[in-house]
């Protein structure tokens, strides 16, 4: 089945202890992104990648890195995770950067940062 | 520089009364537009998008939208709401070469029995 899978789903943590989250798709999919969503500000961009390492900041970087280094993987990295980043976490993938194709969606990580 | 405006955060229609769920948008280049919907617990699901073809665009589960420049509206409509169609939708704009998508703040559908 062609998917996008996320790991953890659900993850609670203390401020300052590094975490993270994994994103994997088996769709061949050149372009990944990961997106945060809270309530009434809808999804932020966070980091996307082009393709293989090529990676690139989205409107809200702050405090979160990202790698490449295999096509399907596109892990998330909180080196230092605070509480505003308390979210629920979405990676996405699409056949190209080129913004003709739609994203496919993971099912959602929701972090908790006490 | 693109932005998307959604202009209700909710909407409350009656089963089998047509949906209409506004989406304004700014962009710099030609844009690709697109509408996602989230069901309660659940990830993001394409419901229909544009990409500089046909100006009207079919969807999924009866959904379609227009695409009208002068108007910059992307506005979704469904002829007659269906108690499943209660979620938050989303619409996303990208303008070509970005590689960025931003999306709008969402609109939670609420439909009465």
């Known amino acids: 089945e062609a998917q996008v899978t996320q790991n953890p789903r659900y993850l609670i943590t203390v401020t300052g202890k590094k975490l993270t989250v994994t994103c994997s798709q088996n769709m061949n999919h050149e372009y990944m992104s990961w997106y945060r969503q809270d309530p009434g500000l809808g999804l932020r961009q966070i980091y996307y990648s082009m393709n293989v390492e090529v990676t690139d900041k989205g409107d809200v970087p702050e405090g979160y890195k990202v790698s490449r280094k295999e096509k399907r993987n596109f892990p998330l990295i909180l080196e230092s995770p605070s509480p505003n980043q308390t979210s629920l976490y979405f990676c996405?993938?699409?056949?190209?950067?080129?913004?003709?194709?739609?994203?496919?969606f993971g099912p959602g990580t929701r972090l908790t940062v006490t | 520089a693109q932005s998307v405006t959604q202009l209700d955060s909710h909407v409350s229609v009656s089963e089998g009364t047509p949906v209409l769920l506004r989406c304004n948008y700014s962009s710099s280049y030609s844009p690709s537009l697109f509408w996602y919907v989230q069901h309660p617990n659940k990830g993001l699901q394409l419901l229909l998008k544009?990409?500089?073809?046909?100006?009207l665009v079919k969807g999924i589960n009866g959904f379609e939208a227009e695409f009208k420049k002068s108007e910059t509206s992307f506005h979704l409509t469904k002829p007659s709401a269906h108690m499943s169609d209660a979620a938050e939708y989303f619409c996303v704009v990208s303008d070509r070469g970005t590689y960025k998508y931003i999306f709008g703040t969402g609109t939670r559908l609420k439909v009465l029995a």
């Open positions: 544009y990409t500089s073809a046909a100006t």
């Open positions: 996405a993938s699409s056949l190209s950067a080129d913004n003709f194709y739609e994203q496919y």
